[in-house]
């Protein structure tokens, strides 16, 4: 399964902001590799950069402790864990901040 496969199998909730984060990452993150990596859409560059998921009252973003570490101060808003920040599906998604968040995985993590 590729990352829309991974996609299409969501209500249209889901899937559209599904493929909202897919699409904001993929404008950043050029040269990354995509794959399903631990059942989640990933980007991979030399290892993996950042991953996200949808999961039942919100969608998980998954781009480390140290991302989330370095974005604390605007992430205060979400739940956020050692190593994802949870965004509600009730709200809308922060596309900038998803993106800056996946550049600077990018920039940190790729080898």
């Known amino acids: 399964m590729d990352i829309q496969g991974y996609i299409s199998k969501f209500d249209e909730l889901r899937r ?19 794959r399903i990596s631990y059942g989640m859409p990933t980007f991979y560059q030399g290892r993996n950069i950042i991953h996200f998921a949808a999961n039942k009252n919100h969608l998980g973003l998954y781009p480390g402790p140290e991302a989330i570490e370095a974005f604390q101060e605007e992430l205060r808003e979400f739940k956020s864990s050692k190593g994802a920040t949870l965004f509600p599906w009730n709200q809308e998604m922060p596309i900038s901040l998803i993106q800056r968040i996946g550049l600077w995985c990018y920039e940190h993590y790729r080898k």
């Open 16 to 34: 559209v902001n599904l493929q909202a984060i897919y699409e904001a990452l993929k404008q950043v993150l050029v040269e990354a590799q995509e």
